[in-house]
């Protein structure tokens, strides 16, 4: 087989047609107002709370400001956080850059979210936040989760920036816990180019995040908060406003691309999948595939080399663990996650996106199966 030219890389942003980007930036021109919540964000505010089907949400500039203003918004002075380390470092970064503790837990074998099994074990007096992630789109058990945060009165916050348009029985996940935060990067399933939100259930707690991105104003002469500025821009909103409208087709597109991986790759000894609970809408944001070496003879490290001979780019997402990251690791023991850890040395998340050609995947597919021993 050729190298791929052009290279295939693990994702590429679908975009709306040109022309109709060029009429709401007309329209902004014409405005002349670019930020600070002028026409088309609250088009796209109010378009997501309903798609989303979120009592209140509120945009911000990009996902991981959008989290670091929900932790805000909580009022801990300190305190730690039960989290995943199977997650992007956005995630502990947000919460150590908030002046709180991430305490690493381990994931469950399926799914790669948090196990709710081993939480109740870590937490102390000091737990302020439980902060679970719906790694790659795939929903945490939000029900044995909000049991476990029910007996110790605490607060839940998802990290739902992967888990776009998902439901789990026919509840969006922005239903769940105090809040849910959402990432709109290029990188997305939904974009806003850089953009995020943050869907919560309360009216008051929508006012702080509103506060918290916006230097902590509550009125023109009202600073109430210390916040900092994490505003969406009239020019991402724009882009969310289209993008909604095709959300549909995009998820229809990636579905057919997610089974033909599935339909090429599942039959192999040695490379799993992960399973597709009966009551979840999938958006199938990422295309993680796992390789175990004792069965299928090769290393994911070895099938990702392999891969990137053809010019075809796909990323260990998420390796490394958090708690081994080189800012993080001389205060945790990544062995005590050791499920997250195993995770971390064998996924590999290949290219993934609405406009990949079925027979790329083909290829793909066909790459990979031959590394097989
Ligand atoms: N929590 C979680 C669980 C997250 O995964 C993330 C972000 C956050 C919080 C924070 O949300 P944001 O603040 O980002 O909204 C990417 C994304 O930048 C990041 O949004 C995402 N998660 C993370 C998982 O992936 P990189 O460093 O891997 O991106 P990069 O630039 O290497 O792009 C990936 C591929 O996409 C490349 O092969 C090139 C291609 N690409 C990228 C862009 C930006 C394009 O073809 N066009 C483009 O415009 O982080």
């Known amino acids: 087989m050729q190298k791929k030219n052009p290279p295939i890389l693990v994702t590429r942003p679908s975009l709306p047609p040109v022309e109709e980007y060029e ?163 290029a990188t997305k399933c939904f974009h806003t180019i850089e953009g995020g939100a943050v869907a919560c259930g309360s009216a008051e707690f929508a006012e702080l995040l509103n506060s918290y991105k916006n230097f902590g104003y509550r009125a023109d002469d009202e600073i109430r908060e210390i916040g900092g500025n994490a505003k969406m821009t009239e020019f991402q909103a724009a882009m969310g406003l289209l993008n909604l409208k095709y959300f549909e087709r995009e998820i229809e597109k990636r579905g057919k691309v997610a089974a033909r991986y599935r339909e090429n790759l599942g039959g192999i000894e040695g490379v799993s999948f992960r399973p597709v609970p009966e009551n979840v809408k999938q958006n199938y944001a990422y295309l993680p595939v796992t390789f175990d070496p004792a069965t299928f003879g090769r290393t994911r490290d070895e099938v990702a080399e392999t891969l990137r001979g053809y010019d075809i780019f796909p990323r260990k997402y998420f390796y490394p663990i958090a708690s081994a990251a080189a800012c993080y690791r001389e205060r945790y023991r990544p062995e005590d996650t050791p499920v997250a850890l195993l995770a971390s040395e064998r996924v590999l998340t290949l290219p993934m996106y609405a406009d990949l050609a079925l027979t790329d995947v083909d290829d793909i597919c066909e790459i990979v199966a031959a590394c097989k021993r």
Do not use: W
């Open 23 to 185: 009429t709401l930036v007309r329209e902004i021109f014409d405005s002349r107002f670019l930020t600070n919540g002028g026409a088309q964000h609250q088009k796209l505010e109010a378009a997501l709370t309903q798609k989303l089907e979120a009592p209140y949400l509120r945009l911000f500039t990009n996902g991981h400001l959008a989290l670091e203003c929900a932790i805000a918004a909580f009022g801990f002075f300190g305190g730690e956080v039960l989290t995943t380390p199977f997650t992007f470092i956005s995630t502990a970064h947000a919460i150590e850059r908030s002046g709180l503790t991430p305490v690493f837990c381990d994931v469950e074998p399926d799914y790669y979210t948090l196990n709710p099994a081993g939480l109740e074990a870590r937490i102390t007096p000091n737990t302020r936040l439980i902060l679970p992630v719906h790694v790659y789109g795939n929903p945490c058990d939000v029900a044995a989760i909000g049991r476990v945060a029910a007996r110790h009165s605490l607060p839940v916050l998802y990290d739902a920036a992967h888990a776009f348009g998902v439901t789990i029985g026919g509840r969006g996940v922005a239903q769940f816990g105090a809040a849910a935060m959402f990432s709109f990067h």
